[in-house]
T-cell receptor, first 114, second 114 residues
Framework: AQSVAQPEDQVNVAEGNPLTVKCTYSVSGNPYLFWYVQYPNRGLQFLLKYITGDNLVKGSYGFEAEFNKSQTSFHLKKPSALVSDSALYFCAVRDKDSSYKLIFGSGTRLLVRP | EAQVTQNPRYLITVTGKKLTVTCSQNMNHEYMSWYRQDPGLGLRQIYYSMNVEVTDKGDVPEGYKVSRKEKRNFPLILESPSPNQTSLYFC?????????????FGPGTRLTVT
């Protein structure tokens, strides 16, 4: 079965430090992977995606993610965290059996302390 | 401004009282979808629509109905709400693009069924 795992419910990091939010996936064939962010009382906003090509993908707000096929991972990273990055982050993979359906992870809450 | 709108944003109702949550997008997107978000479970798809008059079940369709009479609108109907439908609901839309494109999400509707 296709799935996405976000092993950490919460990640804490100090402002200015690098951050990583982890995501692993299980899907047959080549995956289409996405990261979304949810700020309080807001809908999900698209951050970045991996479809094909370069394994390092750059997205909005200075975020990037590295696709690692051998480890089936798609970790979200940022070199220097901001307090305003504090939010709920979701990793998602396109369902191979239904082209437009996204399978979401359970979410990781990022808390950046001043 | 390109956006997905949902109404109402907050709703408290009683068991069995029919309700409708509206969703509208102004981006001429073919694909629209409803998700529910529950703690620890991420987002799960309820129903989706590939175009006008084309709808299909997602992962958790029980107790919900949808319709797609116009391209821009995709209302979610709860004929007889029950407490287990208390959740945060999101509408999303996208171009088709063979699953390679990101989805745009509405701001969410927080529903409480007592």
């Amino acid at each position: 079965a296709q799935s996405v795992a976000q092993p950490e419910d919460q990640v804490n990091v100090a402002e200015g430090n690098p951050l990583t939010v982890k995501c692993t996936y299980s899907v047959s064939g080549n995956p289409y992977l996405f990261w979304y962010v949810q700020y309080p009382n807001r809908g999900l906003q698209f951050l970045l995606k991996y479809i094909t090509g370069d394994n390092l993908v750059k997205g909005s707000y200075g975020f990037e993610a590295e696709f690692n096929k051998s480890q089936t991972s798609f970790h979200l990273k940022k070199p220097s965290a901001l307090v305003s990055d504090s939010a709920l982050y979701f990793c998602a993979v396109r369902d191979k059996d239904s082209s437009y359906k996204l399978i979401f992870g359970s979410g990781t809450r990022l808390l950046v302390r001043p | 401004e390109a956006q997905v709108t949902q109404n109402p944003r907050y709703l408290i109702t009683v068991t069995g009282k029919k309700l409708t949550v509206t969703c509208s997008q102004n981006m001429n997107h073919e694909y629209m979808s409803w998700y529910r978000q529950d703690p620890g479970l991420g987002l799960r798809q309820i129903y989706y629509s590939m175009n006008v008059e084309v709808t299909d079940k997602g992962d958790v369709p029980e107790g919900y109905k949808v319709s797609r009479k116009e391209k821009r609108n995709f209302p979610l109907i709860l004929e007889s709400p029950s407490p287990n439908q208390t959740s945060l609901y999101f509408c999303a839309s996208s171009l088709t693009g063979r699953g390679r494109v990101e989805q745009y999400f509405g701001p969410g509707t927080r529903l409480t069924v007592t």
